[in-house]
């Protein structure tokens, strides 16, 4: 149980373009799902907290213009990169709670941008 | 601000023997605590957690000890197997088990269990 998935696993985009990165809980509905970005050999820096049918908090020094992020239902929360540029290559993790401490991560996004 | 580190970035075992991967925090009002195990280009997976009205936390393997005082926690891994080797997160959480709260992570520890 508490599985996560992301899609895409992978992504190569031009620079100027926008991707969007789904997260799903698929056997359990989350209360809160998180967005997280991982840089190379760096911890996983929290971007935002989303609950479903209310706007995102982001944490100091992420742009809530550029990283938009919709929590359309209990099961998707969904992350769009506005106008990608290659400093937002990255990893892209997700995860979900099930209304505990307890986190559940997807598998990860990785995000590159030319 | 790094509220919860990982000083050892690295950290090498014997296979069948223990390994014990450590955390420290800074930050009191934390409650919660978490490890996570990581593989490349993978999410990371849940392992085991403390809340800290506890010392101890075992399940199989893996025991995670919670020093308040010394606002320090250890995972320790016993037997040491090779597919152990990974990188290890721990995290912290001030919300208490009946929210969701931020987690806060860890550098990282990679453990690698040689054969």
């Known amino acids: 149980g508490a599985v996560v998935s992301q899609h895409p696993s992978r992504v190569i985009c031009k620079s100027g373009t926008s991707v969007k990165i789904e997260c799903r809980s698929l056997?359990?509905?989350?209360?809160?799902m998180f967005w997280y970005r991982q840089f190379p050999k760096k911890s996983l820096m929290l971007m935002a907290t989303s609950n479903e049918g209310s706007k995102a908090t982001y944490e100091q020094g992420v742009e809530k213009d550029k990283f938009l992020i919709n929590h359309a239902s209990l099961t998707l929360s969904t992350l769009t990169v506005t106008s990608a540029h290659p400093e937002d290559s990255s990893f892209y993790i997700c995860?979900?709670?099930?209304?505990?401490?307890?986190?559940?991560f997807g598998p990860g996004t990785r995000l590159t941008v030319l | 601000d790094q509220q919860v580190k990982q000083n050892s970035p690295s950290l090498s075992v014997q296979e069948g023997r223990i390994s014990i991967l450590n955390c420290d925090y800074t930050?009191?009002?934390?409650?919660?605590f978490l490890w996570y195990k990581k593989y490349p280009a993978e999410g990371p997976t849940f392992l085991i957690s403390i809340s800290s009205i506890k010392d101890k936390n075992e399940d199989g393997r893996f025991t995670v000890f919670l020093n308040k005082s010394a606002k320090h926690l250890s995972l320790h891994i016993v037997p040491s197997q090779p597919g152990d080797s990974a990188v290890y997160f721990c995290a912290a959480s001030a919300y208490g088990s009946s929210n969701t709260g931020k987690l806060i992570f860890g550098q990282g520890t990679t453990l690698q269990v040689k054969p």
């Open positions: 995860s979900a709670s099930l209304g505990s401490d307890t986190q559940y």
């Open positions: 930050n009191s009002m934390f409650d919660y």
């Open positions: 056997d359990f509905q989350a209360t809160t």
